[in-house]
């Protein structure tokens, strides 16, 4: 899609989350929009973030330990944070941009992460919620049921069983600002999964990249997205074809594993997944 000179928001609600009303997207969006792209993509996120309809911040899934583990990360062309694994904060992403404005890091995790934020003033807050928990007791009893069967046949047949949903995935945003480029990302990871198991969101170039010539963000199954380096491989290949194309054969790659990305170059803008993915956009002209 061409859009040259125009600002842009694009906006997911992760790969899986057909479930959910998820027709807010564009409001999401508009909301969030301001002339700074970086703060128009962390809008976006902190506000989806704090709906507990998406595996994000309020909402995040619960870990087979009981435990809420959030990645988030934010990046500009050449600027990058992250957290992995934080607990007990509300808002993941505002604690990545402070890892990148505020730290000489590019990523802090788990504890380091969670004393970084209270250093800063995030207070505690507990982001599981009654669908969340609920869930949670259901995968528990599944995976007692199924402990011989390696991960992604115990998570396909949790599915079909209706035991627990697709996973309805990271949140994120990238946008277009008079001419330069932010990208946001945040997830509470993809279900089931151990204690300190990280996926692709906080790792830069896999679920997230941001450099002059365009912003990406992905959603779905981390470990396949982060092996395959997903967002920097699209990035790289920006001006090569049309985006469009681009995204279609880049997800095409995963088969049956769920992957979404969404992108922005200097005059398209694209999305593309092999499931449902909650996505819209806000445009405007300059
Ligand atoms: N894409 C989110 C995750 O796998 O953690």
Redesign the pocket.
């Given at each position: 899609m061409k859009d040259s000179m125009e600002d842009i928001i694009l906006c997911h609600g992760g790969v899986g989350s057909k479930e959910r009303p998820l027709d807010d997207m564009k409001g999401i969006a508009e909301k969030a929009y301001s002339k700074n792209p970086l703060d128009s993509v962390v809008n976006a996120v902190v506000i989806m973030e704090d709906d507990p309809r998406f595996n994000a911040g309020t909402g995040s899934v619960i870990r087979i330990d009981g435990s809420v583990q959030m990645?988030a990360a934010v990046s500009i062309p050449g600027k990058f944070g992250s957290v992995i694994g934080i607990e007990n904060v509300k808002n993941p992403v505002l604690v990545a941009r402070d890892v990148m404005e505020k730290t000489p890091h590019i990523i802090l995790s788990g504890s380091g992460a969670v004393q970084f934020a209270r250093k800063l003033g995030y207070g505690e807050y507990d982001p599981k919620t009654e669908r969340t928990i609920s869930q949670y007791s259901k995968m528990v009893e599944a995976l007692k049921k199924e402990t011989t069967d390696n991960r992604y046949k115990i998570f396909k047949e949790l599915i079909r069983n209706g035991i627990i949903d697709e996973p309805h995935?990271?949140v994120g945003a990238v946008a277009r600002i008079d001419g330069k480029f932010a990208a946001a990302v945040s997830?509470g990871?993809?279900s089931p999964m151990m204690r300190g198991r990280v996926?692709?969101?906080p790792i830069p170039g896999a679920?997230i990249f941001c450099g002059e010539k365009g912003a990406v963000v992905a959603?779905?199954?981390?470990e396949e997205?982060a092996k395959r380096v997903l967002c920097h491989r699209i990035y790289e290949r920006i001006n090569t074809d049309k985006l469009e194309n681009i995204l279609r054969e880049e997800i095409e790659y995963f088969g049956e594993n769920l992957a979404g990305v969404i992108a922005v170059s200097h005059d398209e803008h694209a999305f593309f997944s092999n499931g449902s993915m909650g996505t819209d956009m806000f445009k405007i002209k300059v």
């Open positions: 990645d995935d990271t997830t990871g993809a996926g692709d969101v679920g959603t779905g199954i981390g997205i």
